[in-house]
């Protein structure tokens, strides 16, 4: 087998590339296994730093053996998106660390040209995207560099050169290509994301933890946006089993057969883009309704996602008012379902019956209880004391007082439900942070909300918020600006530029980047087959199919032959002239104007001799650059930079210094 | 077997056909009817990694990971036209051959003088690669060792000229067909004590008239160490203080004649033996003939001479030589 001379860049450039892809990817894998792939990296570097020898066959393959049990141990094999990446990215490892012939550095290039898509698996963000294209280019040299020995940074400097021209025909390619449908269904990879639940139990929770990860982008058209609050409707909760909000299976059984028409009359119609996510619950404002393929809307009008988890997904929705029509008995009963347990939470119902008592009107005791939550000395806050009696609600209501939206909307949902009120908990996202300049909001993790929805008869669901009684400032906007709760909230956050909001630079850096990327996710990641075909239909109207065709082949056809013209352009043939020869050309012009007279055919040396006797004041630097001329172009001495500093000092005194 | 050998013939007639005798001869320009382009190994493996990015781009509807299965393909398609480019305008011209005794492989020089530099090219001669050169500038000497160390008589086959540049995705070749033949002298190896009696009977039997000049030397040498002492001539040492040897025609340019049949060992080991005579012999600027089995070369001397009987050496056994 061809064994390879440079071995050493070759390792370096690898090890490097997959020291990054294990990066990106940690946040995917248990912190064990990134480890375990990071130190297999340095390893590698290692032994190429240090000129030491790759480890035994059959050690290696022990240790690849005992990694790969690991492996299926720590991720298992419910997550076959993971599991196989992990394992493509873990034996491209071994094979680098037994690495020994070109035919096995040739498979592991190969290999990692598909461990770099699959980052974008798990990660399509701007950043990810830059890293890729860096690792490709540094791939592509690793490439140039088994097959040659340059150096690597030549190699790198070719490699970039070739994907500068390669990329804008890729991305023409992307644009004008028909776009395929799916041809079968792939599982997704899940996603390590924080997010929604699916149950509600805010009690035992000590600090919330928020993230400020992007969840989604909505964008109203100019003319008809609607007003704050907005309450973003993801997940209804409508089970409660003493502590614990879940979604019933009454409810899970509509989502899965049930799946409602288009609303009569919508309201208002606007577009979201989502983030990727590790929950199928997509978001919308009251009975949201969308026709996107992808996208199931259900009765209760919630949207829901059909497949690819990993997604960024783009769709229309419109929403409508709910409908004021009757409840349905089993829908009723459910929503009426409170726990069994009569002990628990005596003083909260006892409450509740007594409010009620008093009015014996729903309407009225909705209000009642509002006016309650606002004159009792509630407070909102991020870090509550956990509650974990078994009567959580009443050490809440009468004891602490301090809660965030969890706390007070499983709390008034119980309540409505005692005294006989249909009611549930939602959770969703309220407010957004408004971009003015192309006028959408972008919702984060931290905008994470729960509140209550309460069936008055004769008007359909109705949102009781008791955190907007509490904290008014809630309903308006994202919770990044209400500066009374600012430190509180910065301190839950992770690091982050929203840290530095109260700097204008900082928050004028951030809110541009934040635009930067909504571009990106817009215009790039959203790029779908509707997307595509209205560009197509723009720039070449309606059903002109040959015309595309057409135009895309010419394009592509002209790109090539003109590059490969250019590369068999018969080359200029001073640019081959060596500096010194340039030089050498420079001293016989100057010479010939100041009246040295030579013949045409004698060698350089013997000219610069006669230069030397003609002009004698400058005998010394005429005889030092024969020596140079001589060192360079007869004994092929290496030219360095310094020869050629040197060389231009020399013409530079004989043709000034007169 | 046969089934195999009927194959071989079929391809090597499509081979004929194909490339007609566009790749005959000396000298080979590579332009666009003498250059071969497709994908190599590795970038077949290239091709199949690209298709799966596209489907792991189509079905989960990645517009990246197809961005990047697109500039795969587009890179294949760039390294095509610069692999060509790389190895167009080149143009390689044979010079000469170099027999050399075995277990030396005999040596091809050839002239490369390329239009552009040409990278990576690399010369593979039956399946072998036997040179590679990193980059060619400008007009170069290249001299190749064919992979032949076995005494015997080599028609050179059809030469690969191959570069994979820049990625080793593409393979850009073209052939060089020299009707030219070349060999491998049997090594030369000193003959056995036993055997020198047979060469030295032999001499006498070869009726050759022996001048005696015993005594009246030609010319005078200097006597170089090793040399035996009873050449001395003392006479001159007397006089000038250096050692002289006596050289006498009959000892500088005795004739031999070598045989076959005379020699002890084997075939080989005879054959070798042999070469190792003549060679001697015509270092000395001897006279000899060489006897081979039913061929005979009567005595004569020079470069010819003996490049003539070491070829007969080479070729000793041959039966109807190939001329592949």
């Not at chain 1, 009569?264 to 393929?293: C, R, T, V």
């Not at chain 1, 004698?602 to 002009?615: G, R």
């Not at chain 2, 990694?49 to 500039?71: D, E, P, S, T």
């Amino acid at each position: 087998m061809t064994q390879l001379k440079n071995t050493k860049p070759i390792n370096l450039l690898l090890s490097l590339i997959y020291l990054a892809v294990v990066m990106a990817l940690a946040t995917e894998l248990s912190v064990a296994f990134s480890v375990l792939l990071g130190f297999l990296c340095v390893w590698n570097l290692a032994i190429t730093l240090t000129n030491k020898k790759k480890p035994h066959t059959i050690l290696a393959n022990i240790l690849a053996g005992l990694c790969l049990l690991f492996l299926l141990y720590d991720v298992g094999l419910g997550d076959t998106v993971t599991l196989f990446v992990a394992m493509l990215i873990l034996s491209s490892l071994f094979k680098l660390l037994q690495a020994r012939n070109k035919k096995h550095y040739q498979t592991i290039v190969l290999l990692s040209f598909f461990s770099l898509s699959t980052v974008y698996l798990f990660s399509q963000s701007l950043l990810s995207t830059l890293l890729v294209s860096v690792l490709y280019i540094l791939n592509f040299a690793a490439l140039m560099l088994i097959e040659s020995t340059h150096k690597i940074k030549l190699a790198v400097k070719q490699s970039t050169k070739m994907l500068a021209l390669a990329l804008p025909i890729a991305v023409f390619l992307v644009i004008f290509l028909p776009k395929l449908p799916a041809f079968w269904q792939l599982p997704g990879p899940k996603l390590a994301k924080t997010g929604l639940s699916e149950s509600v139990n805010p009690f035992d929770i000590a600090k919330l933890s928020r993230s400020d990860e992007l969840v989604f982008r909505a964008k109203f058209s100019n003319t008809n946006k609607p007003n704050a609050p907005y309450y973003w409707r993801a997940i209804i909760h409508d089970q409660f089993d003493g502590s614990t909000w879940l979604v019933s299976d009454f409810s899970k059984q509509q989502q899965r057969s049930q799946i409602a028409d288009a609303p009569n009359a919508p309201l208002l119609s606007y577009s979201i883009i989502a983030e990727p996510s590790s929950q199928p619950w997509l978001y919308g404002l009251e009975q949201a309704y969308s026709n996107s393929e992808n996208i199931k809307a259900t009765q209760q009008g919630l949207l829901i996602r059909k497949r690819y988890l990993n997604n960024t997904i783009n769709y229309a929705v419109t929403s409508a008012n709910f409908s004021a029509d009757a409840l349905n008995i089993s829908s009723r009963n459910q929503n009426l379902q409170v726990d069994n347990s009569a002990l628990n939470n005596v003083q909260t119902r006892d409450l509740a019956y007594e409010l009620y008592k008093t009015t014996n009107s729903d309407k009225v005791f909705f209000n009642k209880l509002s006016t309650y939550f606002l004159k009792q000395g509630f407070s909102y806050t991020l870090t509550p004391d956990p509650m974990t009696s078994s009567s959580a609600i009443d050490e809440f209501m009468f004891n602490k007082k301090r809660g965030f939206c969890g706390h007070y909307a499983s709390a008034a949902a119980m309540m409505f439900r005692t005294v006989g009120i249909p009611a549930r908990v939602v959770s969703g996202y309220l407010g957004g942070e408004l971009n003015e300049q192309d006028n959408y909001l972008s919702i984060y993790q931290y905008d994470a909300h729960a509140w209550v929805e309460v069936y008055i008869e004769n008007e359909g669901w109705q949102i009781f918020d008791a955190t907007a009684v509490v904290s008014p400032e809630r309903l308006t906007g994202s919770l990044s600006q209400i500066d009374s709760l600012s430190g509180e909230f910065t301190n839950n956050l992770n690091f982050s530029l929203l840290r530095f909001n109260q700097i204008p630079g900082f928050n004028w850096l951030r809110l541009n980047l934040e635009n930067l990327d909504y571009t990106w996710t817009n215009w790039v990641l959203g790029f779908d087959q509707q997307k595509q075909s209205s560009l197509l239909k723009k720039l070449f109207g309606a059903n002109q199919l040959w015309k595309i065709a057409l135009f895309s082949l010419l394009v592509l056809i002209s790109i090539f032959l003109s590059y490969f013209i250019y590369l068999n352009w018969p080359k200029n043939t001073k640019q081959n002239q060596h500096v010194m020869s340039h030089y050498f050309l420079e001293i016989t012009t100057w010479c010939d104007k100041h009246g040295l007279k030579a013949k045409a055919n004698i060698t350089p040396l013997h000219y610069l001799s006669l230069a030397a006797n003609e002009f004698p004041k400058k005998a010394a630097y005429f005889a030092e650059f024969a020596s140079l001329y001589s060192k360079i172009r007869y004994k092929e001495d290496y030219f360095t930079s310094q020869d050629k500093k040197h060389g231009r000092d020399l013409v530079k005194l004989i043709k000034t210094n007169s | 077997m046969k089934k195999i050998y009927i194959l071989k013939k079929l391809k090597n007639t499509l081979m004929a056909f194909l490339l007609k005798d566009k790749h005959d001869g000396s000298e080979l320009v590579l332009k666009h009817n003498t250059i071969y382009v497709l994908p190599s190994k590795m970038g077949c493996g290239f091709l199949t990694i690209a298709i799966l990015n596209f489907i792991l781009g189509i079905n989960y509807q990645n517009n990246l990971i197809l961005a990047m299965a697109y500039l795969m393909f587009v890179v294949l398609v760039l390294a095509i036209l610069v692999g060509y480019s790389n190895m167009n305008g080149l143009t390689i011209q044979f010079k000469s051959a170099h027999s050399h005794y075995s277990p030396i492989s005999p040596q091809l020089d050839f002239v490369i003088n390329p239009k552009k530099d040409c990278q990576s090219l690399q010369f593979i001669y039956s399946q072998q690669t036997i040179l590679t050169q990193e980059i060619i500038k400008k007009r170069t000497r290249l001299t190749v060792s064919l992979p032949h160390a076995e005494r015997g008589r080599y028609a050179i086959k059809k030469f690969k000229i191959l570069s994979q540049y820049p990625f080793g995705l593409v393979s850009v070749w073209s052939y060089m067909n020299l009707k030219h033949t070349v060999f491998v002298y049997p090594e030369q190896l000193p003959p056995k004590a036993n055997s020198m009696n047979a060469i030295n009977s032999g001499t006498e039997k070869g009726n050759v008239k022996l001048r005696n000049g015993t005594d009246e030397f030609e010319f005078l040498a200097i006597h170089q160490q090793g040399m035996s002492l009873q050449r001395v001539s003392w006479k001159h040492y007397a006089k000038t203080q250096q050692l002289m040897i006596k050289e006498f025609e009959d000892l500088s340019a005795e004739q031999r004649a070598f045989d076959f049949a005379n020699l002890m060992g084997t075939t080989e080991s005879r054959l070798s033996q042999l070469s190792y005579l003549v060679t001697q012999a015509n270092v000395k600027g001897q006279a000899y003939s060489l006897k081979l089995d039913g061929k005979m070369f009567t005595y004569n001397k020079g470069t010819e001479h003996l490049t003539t009987c070491l070829e007969a050496l080479s070729c000793y056994g041959d039966t109807i030589e190939d001329t592949e």
